[in-house]
């Protein structure tokens, strides 16, 4: 057979499924063959890199192969693009700027802040807020005398500043400090607004013709007006209203029928109201001469003390013979409202010592010429003194208060209130002196409800003229002592002395009536009125905790 046949057998036998030859599994398996990328046979290659922008990162990992300045670990900036590839925009961009929180829209921020790219509402690129509740506080603000920083500079106002005058339309006129040792600075206020004095002690007289006005200071202890011997508040506008808050009215000086203090100057009808003031050391001759007031007073939290007025006849011969000193407190011609008021160490010195002249005292702490309602209050140890040498007659009432229409007095304390006469008498005339009133005189309707009227005296020395009333002496009218729960509360008129009618005394004429009704009131406490717990047309000893009427017929 030839040997192409014998090929051909050979083939067909495979091809038929003919056994062939194979090798085991320990036959040599090393020969294999490389398969390139390309699909040839061949050797080994690495893929190929694409960077298009050529920022050295491939497309797989930068996330903007088409910018060179978008990668992974590129600065991220505030153009609105994730600059480094981790999935967030502009964070913790290097060209961000810090905004704060401006809660009161001044366009100053407080101390609430975010670096940011962009300005959101509410917030703002200025800081140093430091009142972000306040939009008339923030740095650059007008700085006024209000204890305020309101500027945000650390301190409260300007170096020699006496006030801010604020006007209705909201214009500032600052006011220079100008007064000294020496003198006191005048001050015209004669448009309607807020006059808002600095912290401290300012040497001032202040003239109001203005409408309406309000003096707005710090604090009575640390807002002062000090007027250097002159009229520290003069209100001369008739029908004006006043309001004084925070401020203490000192030193003031004048003569003759004006205040000191606080005055009405030609004017009448005004209403005056103080919070948080004190009024003392003014001194005056003949009227109110810590505040003399043609008007209304309401005073809460206020303090009205050492006022004095002292005047003598022969200082003015041709003066009349009868004259009155009224008020070294106050002195009002209206209405009075007090609260939380405290008038005490007031004195009132009336004297004539050229033989001539018939003085009267009436009021050493207070003179009302209408109403009086007080609260929670103190008038404490008041003096009314009257003294004359050879004179024709002396009188001093009240050296508490004196009321001319009746007053209501609730949880109130009259004491340690002094009224008396010294001197001597012409000769040759029908010269009585009287002391009367030593805590409060109430002429007309009165009540006296949870109130203490206790250790106030009225005394002629050295003769047997008239001292009546020590603790009250009580009009033409009804008076009432009332107290709401008697064996809690230490409420009403005793330890007072006088001639007559110790603890209150009555005052009747022309027919009319008078009443005293005591619901539940101490008369004896801790100490008994002298002589007698009430006096007037009969004495009447009343007791503790005393349920009693008295009416001209008697008591019961």
Known sequence: MSSSWLGLVVGLGVGMGCRAETKSDDDDLSDTVDIPDDGTTGGTTEPEVVDVDGDGHPA?????????????????TCNGRDDDCDGDVD???VDAFWTYGDADGDGYGGVEARSVCTVEDGWVRSDGDCDDTNPEVHPGATELCDA?????????????????????SGDVTHIAAEGTTEWAQPVLLDASGTLQVCEGAFPVQLEVSAESLEIVGWGADTSILDGRGGTVVALTTPGQVVSMLGITIQNGGNTGFEGAGITTREAWDVSLSLTDV??????????????????????????????????????????????????????????????????????????????????????????????????????????????IDSGYSGQAVAAGAYVYAGATLVGV???????????????DTSCHRTAGAGGLSIPGDSVLEDSLVVGNSVEVPGSDDT???????????????????PEAMDCGV??????????????SGSGEEATLTSEGCDWTGSADNVPDDVGGWQSYPAGDDAWFYCDVDGCG
Do not use: K
Request: a negative charge; hydrophobic letters at 35%; aromatic letters at 8%.
């Open 413 to 427: 304390e009259v004491s340690g209130n002094q009224a008396y006469v010294t001197g001597t008498c012409r000769p």
């Open 148 to 168: 305020v920083d309101r500027d945000c500079d650390g301190m409260l106002h300007p170096e020699g500043r006496f006030a801010d005058f604020i006007g209705l």
């Open 494 to 507: 005793y330890g007072n002395v006088a001639r007559e009618g110790g603890g209150l005394w009555f005052v």
């Open 278 to 387: 004190a009024v003392t050391r003014n001194v005056g001759e003949r009227i109110g001469a810590g505040i003399m007031l043609a008007g209304d007073l309401s005073a809460t939290s206020v303090q009205i003390y050492d006022n004095t007025l002292s005047f003598d006849h022969a200082d003015e011969p041709d003066l009349e013979n009868y004259f009155n000193c009224e008020g070294a407190g106050a002195y009002v011609s209206g209405d009075v409202v007090l609260e939380d008021v405290a008038i005490f160490d007031n004195t009132v010195e009336c004297v004539a010592s050229n033989g001539v002249g018939a003085p009267r005292v009436w009021g050493g702490g207070l003179s009302v010429g209408s109403t009086l309602v007080a609260v929670d209050s103190q008038i404490q140890d008041n003096v009314a003194h009257v003294h």
């Open 60 to 76: 797989d990992t930068d996330c903007d192969d088409e910018n060179g300045a978008v990668y992974p670990g590129a600065d991220e």
């Open 467 to 485: 001292a009546i009333g020590g603790g009250v002496e009580a009009g033409v009218g009804d008076f009432v002592c009332r107290c709401t729960d």
């Open 91 to 93: 964070e913790d961009a």
